[in-house]
């Protein structure tokens, strides 16, 4: 267990970059919570010193630690200040410092911290990312069978034509590797569980605690998965591709790709209007995605197509959107 409080600059190298700016972040919201927590202490006194609601059920409660609570003469007296409901301007400057010192985290996060850290030349880490980009939209297969065995090279020769035929394009420009993220079928999930099927089968027989219904229903188990999994077994290049990881020479490379490729990124009208010459062989419409870090992807998820994830989001946002209606729903029952 590590204090959030203790969490100093120096150990950026011990916890990651990642690690730290997250313990950074808890620290200094402990203080704006702090702050935000001393703003409504005095709110919450002069709410609870007025006499409206007189019920005793939850929505009274609720209603107690309103304003509905509070009659126009309620007063609430500490030391000099004096907080009404009419005369007094207190209690909108206790709740634009309550909200502003929230926002003024975010922002200050947002837009001095993480910036300042980016400039730091001692904290930048290169990787194969920052080389590399994420290629979305090219199609499951090539029309012609020996291009689709040379998916990869195509690909690369694809990019580096549009390199090179930018107006600020260099000759040298090179595409080292495209990476193509293939769809086995759920083959390789399958082998990871006959894996563990099999070890957990020498694990009882090396501990003699293998019994004969226990060893017949593991061998069965790993028979099927066998089986399952050759009838799902073919070439590499007939496998469909789903998306692919292209790593250029360069850093300037790779933002140019990007910066040339920036309206595809449109719903519909970006692929749809995409010159001939950007599409993949002529035809494809792409898309590219700074690529993230290897150790960031989850390989299973890059299978999904981009409906399925569109409609994930969509359920995301609806049943948030739900509890947001039933949280101004209960405020409204409770107000009235």
């Known amino acids: ?34 702050l935000g927590s001393a703003f409504v202490s005095m709110k919450f006194a002069f709410v609870f010193a007025g006499s409206v609601v007189q019920q005793q059920d939850v929505f009274a409660w609720m209603a107690r630690v309103s304003y509905g609570n509070v009659r126009e003469d309620t007063k609430f007296s ?9 005369d007094s301007v207190i209690l909108g400057i206790l709740d634009m410092l309550q909200l502003g010192s929230l926002l003024g985290f975010l922002c200050w996060f947002k837009f001095v911290h993480i910036p300042q850290l980016l400039r730091n030349p001692e904290l930048k880490s290169v990787s194969a990312a920052s080389f590399s980009i994420q290629v979305d939209g090219i199609p499951p297969r090539l029309l012609d069978d020996y291009a689709n065995q040379r998916y990869d090279f195509e690909l690369m020769r694809h990019f580096e034509t549009v390199l ?56 069965a188990r790993i028979a099927q998965l066998t089986q399952t999994i050759e009838s799902k077994r073919m070439e590499e290049s007939s496998r469909p591709v789903c998306r692919a990881f292209v790593i250029l020479g360069t850093e300037t ?82 107000w009235w």
């Not at 500490?78 to 009419?86: H, K, N, V």
């Not at 494809?284 to 700074?290: F, I, N």
């Open 78 to 86: 500490l030391g000099a200040i004096e907080l009404g409901i009419r």
């Open 164 to 219: 090179h035929s930018l107006k600020d394009g260099d000759a040298t420009s090179l595409v080292c590797e495209a990476a193509l993220v293939r769809n086995y079928f759920g083959a390789l999930i399958l082998a990871q569980k006959r894996k563990c099927a099999e070890e957990r089968l020498n694990h009882l027989m090396e501990a003699n605690s293998l019994t004969t219904q226990c060893e017949q229903r593991l061998k």
């Open 253 to 334: 490379d790779r933002n140019r790709l990007l910066w040339r490729y920036r309206w595809a990124r449109l719903p519909l009208i970006g692929q749809f209007m995409q010159p001939k010459a950007l599409r993949f062989e002529g035809r494809w419409p792409v898309t590219l995605r700074p690529a993230p870090e290897p150790a960031d992807i989850t390989w299973e998820h890059c299978l999904y197509p981009k409906s399925f994830r569109l409609l994930r989001q969509l359920l995301t946002f609806t049943f948030i959107a739900l509890i947001l209606m039933a949280g101004f729903s209960l405020c409204l029952l409770a």
């Open 1 to 34: 267990w590590k204090s959030v409080a203790e969490t100093r600059f120096e150990e950026i190298g011990r916890y990651g970059l990642e690690y730290w700016m997250y313990f950074q972040a808890l620290r200094v919201l402990a203080v704006v919570f702090l």
